[in-house]
């Protein structure tokens, strides 16, 4: 397995989809339209039959889950051409943007010691959801954000009340990192790195190595803070559509 499928996979166990169903090395995803990664198809390596086979069978289990069809495309791979050459499309008009990149890092390096105002629990509180989804979250979104192998939700509480969130999961020695939330009046102080730092700390002592974050290409604001803590673009992904 390439360095690339392999983080992408990690990366899809860290962000587990309602229904997730093998083709191949392919993984069929679905979960009521919450985010695109657990609503589309990952298709990194083969999927064990003619790409346009394998397209067939992403529109009917799309179909068979109410969702639109979608293929996660790792952008440059051979899964690209074929899904291209098949007559499929990037979806340009995607709400999450058409483009993500896939950035690593090493939490060891900005991770922050405890009592710097960072708590990371195993359970999200009510103020957690109200920042990183809504106040009251569907099964979709619960399933999502709320289940993993190992999964921390971090906050940052200042004068008792909840002005910042992160959500950590760590897959074998990978901490996956999304989710950050920073309340408009709590911004540029700080709050964001401390957050990433102990959440960094929490990874490294159940066991992480290294991180990964996927961040759409124009969330410029998130890809400069994490620049600071020497994330660099590993690879980047797309979103494909029928034409």
């Known amino acids: 397995m390439?360095?690339?499928?392999?983080?992408?996979?990690?990366c899809?166990?860290?962000?587990p989809a309602l229904r997730d169903v093998p083709l191949g090395e392919w993984r069929l995803r679905a979960a009521g339209g919450f985010t695109g990664r657990a609503n589309s198809a990952l298709t990194t390596g083969s999927p064990g039959c003619p790409v346009p086979e394998a397209l067939a069978a992403v529109g009917d289990f799309a179909a068979r889950n109410a969702i639109a069809p979608t293929a996660h495309v790792v952008v440059g791979s051979r899964s690209e051409a074929a899904i291209a050459a098949?007559?499929?499309?990037?979806?340009?008009d995607h709400p999450g943007g058409a483009e993500s990149l896939v950035l690593t890092g090493r939490p060891d390096s900005f991770a922050t010691p405890k009592g710097a105002g960072v708590d990371v629990s195993p359970t999200p509180t009510s103020a957690w959801w109200e920042l990183t989804a809504q106040d009251n979250p569907t099964p979709a979104q619960k399933h999502v954000l709320g289940s993993g192998p190992e999964v921390g939700f971090g906050t940052v509480v200042r004068d008792g009340r909840t002005v910042a969130a992160v959500r950590g999961a760590v897959v074998g020695d990978l901490l996956h990192i999304a989710r950050l939330a920073v309340r408009p009046e709590a911004r540029r102080a700080g709050v964001a790195r401390a957050l990433m730092g102990g959440l960094a700390a929490w990874g490294v002592a159940h066991g992480a190595t290294r991180c990964a974050l996927q961040v759409a290409e124009h969330n410029t604001a998130a890809l400069k803070l994490y620049a600071t803590l020497s994330c660099t673009e590993h690879h980047r992904?797309?979103?494909?559509?029928?034409a």
């Open 2 to 10: 390439d360095r690339v499928t392999e983080l992408e996979q990690r």
């Open 12 to 15: 899809a166990d860290a962000w």
């Open 86 to 92: 098949a007559g499929w499309r990037i979806d340009v």
């Open 237 to 242: 992904y797309r979103y494909w559509i029928p």
